[in-house]
């Protein structure tokens, strides 16, 4: 939350230049998982955009998400954001979508649903004399993703991964 001492400006002037106060997207995914679980869906991310003053509430289900379903969640959510108010009373935007096809893998459950797909790696920084592979997950047990690469198997930890994601073959 920015206070007027922190900017330096009254709170007015940063609200129309397009900051708001807002809740944590921990708390709003939170709210909103019993209506997600009863839909069907998992909640797999949100973000505030503060440009446009809009919350996008990032979705997906077991074998794919359709627009109908993601429509079907947006009607849902609305009247219990209102009751929550994420914005404090400031007008805003909201926004259902599919996370896409490249999304990150961020929680257990991401890798443990994609096992025996390929997937993309990308490090930080250098494991193995590489930065990126891409193989067959296999296996993801204590923060360790193991894949098959045209090298043989291969486990790195998770904590030295910037992105793990599908591998998209065109």
């Not at 219990?80 to 896409?100: H, I, K, M, R, V």
């Not at 004399?129 to 993703?145: N, P, R, T, V």
Request: charged letters at 25%; one cysteine or more; proline letters at 6%.
């Amino acid at each position: 939350m920015i206070t007027e001492i922190e900017s330096g400006c009254p709170l007015s002037f940063l609200y129309d230049k397009g900051y708001m106060k807002v809740k944590p997207i921990a708390e709003i995914i939170e709210y909103l998982a019993p209506v997600a679980a009863e839909i069907g869906v998992d909640i797999v991310d949100a973000a505030w955009d503060m440009r446009t003053r809009s919350l996008t509430v990032f979705i997906d289900q077991p074998g794919g998400l359709d627009l109908i379903t993601c429509e079907k969640f947006h009607r849902a959510i609305d009247v219990p954001l209102d009751e929550l108010d994420p914005t404090f009373g400031q007008a805003y935007t909201l926004n259902c979508s599919s996370p896409g096809l490249d999304r990150p893998f961020k929680k257990a459950e991401d890798f443990l649903r994609h096992l025996g797909e390929k997937v993309e790696i990308h490090l930080y920084a250098p494991y193995e004399k590489s930065k990126y592979y891409e193989g067959e997950l296999l296996a993801f047990e204590s923060g360790m993703i193991t894949v098959l690469t045209e090298k043989g198997e291969l486990s790195i930890p998770f904590e030295k991964c910037s992105k793990v994601c599908l591998l998209i073959e065109v």
